[in-house]
């Protein structure tokens, strides 16, 4: 669908950046502060020009510099919501909603009243911008930039400017929007834990070139995302499906690889296909099946990867079936249990540490249609 | 003694006439020139700024001796003006008005670019993101939101215009009925013996005129502002 291949100079800074996208889904732009992705998407909407490249969405093409193609922002249909929002603060809510609607020559596949539905604006409609939360005028400005009959939605940054509460009033928003609509949605954040919550596919950014780009349960496993989140927060992103919910003790239990795991439900969606992250350094590697522990989730599997991250400290990746998972523990513990490449071992992980999120439900609701 | 002679009556009309019609003229120039010094990216953009801005710190009758020339009867345009269209600019309302014009543009684009300035750029590119073509953008977005700059060039610009004095003497002098404005009736009535109480009246008009100015233009810049969202 998205295929962009650009270069960019501004001033010593240069912009070098190649991505695909085949499908709908949520491609996160992550990266630190002025690794390049504002000039990136800046261009890909059209309100920078790139030096010389390629950008092509639905087989359209928006810029060529060697055919000269450089079609004007307000033609390209790519549907942004900015940091700050950007509401128009002379128009009433209704009136920044309908203001894209009104200038659209695609054919709509959502509808005004649909959106308002969507993402809760009902009420918010007669007001001005300036009587809005932080939270309402980003979802006011979503919904207008998507009323606009996108090809492509672009989120730069969109909670960036929020506070915590805030922020987890817009994100459910979020995954709705990403697991009902057709269309791409490009979204750029230097969030890991947004990332890892919105995202299918990964796009990591640094000092104006890619680093690396994949699915996000691929890319969790990457030397490159470990470098930029730092070890702490290392951990792969594994699939997972609710195979069924205790009623008396409320613990869901999912199968993961080869194995299963027990994880308190509250918070999980009540159905569907789940993505759950397992960070490394909550995992204890044994080598023999453990019993009469307290932790409740014992994966079985075998070391597929030995590596050393740190000194003083080593990630194992352990294959459980089809999926990897990374431990981390120290090299004295890997020399003293004489761990090696396809050894049989059992992954300890507390059942708390486990972050999961529904994704693309096994029965998704009708996803609007982009029209093309 | 708040009687007005039919002179003075005259006087006080065509200063109304005589700012009105310049700041009339001057507002597309000004909402123009805002926009181009402002945005614009164009070679000879300060020279622009400068010439603009040159009645500001130029002497007044400066500015007349310059008008003068240009477009006196046998002034370059001048006399363009009068053998194709036979329009004669000196000694004529319509000269004091283009005087006044001159004098207050830099006063009513200084106001707007202010505003302007304080407009988001980031606006005009969300509204092209949305599918708005550049005049769509200006005339829905930036225009709007410039307003409360354009209201205060307009009524300053105005309010200046009620007294300019030096140019509008010096480019078409001091006829009654045709270019004796409200400041051009005062100075006569100075140098008029027993003209006190008529100086004292028309100077009293102006001190009104300019209370009634700001407080309307303090009401409107508010109403704007909220009607703004602000």
Redesign the interface.
Known sequence: MLALSIRKMRGSFRLDAAITLQKPGVIALFGPSGCGKSTLIHCL???ETPDEGRIELNGETFFDSQLGIDM?????????V?Q?S?L???FTVRGNLT??AA???RPAYIAFDDMVELLDLRALLER???RLSGGEKQRVAIG??LL?QPRLLLLDEPLASLDHARRGEVLPYLETLRDRLAIPIVYVSHQFDEVLRLATDLVLMRDGSILAQGELSELSLSPALRSMIGMDLVGAVVNAHLLGVDPDTDIARLSVGQGELKVAHKGLAAHGALRVQLLARDIIVATAQPAQLSVRNCLAGRISKIGSEQPGSDLISIDIGGETILARITAAATQDLQLHIGMRVWALIKSVSIQGHSFAAPAPPPRFIATE | MFTLSAAETQAFALSLQVAGLSAACNLPLAIALSYALTRGRFPGRRMLDAVVHLPLVLPPVAVGYVLLVLFGNRGPIGHWLFSHFGIQLVFTRAGAALATAVMSLPLMVRAMRISLDNVDPGLEAAARTLGAGPLDRFLNITLPLMSPGILAGVVTAFAAGLGEFGAVITFVSNIPGETRTLPLALYTALQTPDGDAAAARLALLSIALGIGGLLLSEYLARSIGKWLGR
Do not use: I
Not at chain 1, 72 to 80: F, I, L, M, S
């Open positions: 909407t059209g309100l004007p922002a307000e033609r390209r249909g790519v549907g942004c900015f700050d950007r128009f603060p002379h203001f894209g200038r659209t020559q001005r911008p300036n207008r930039a606009s």
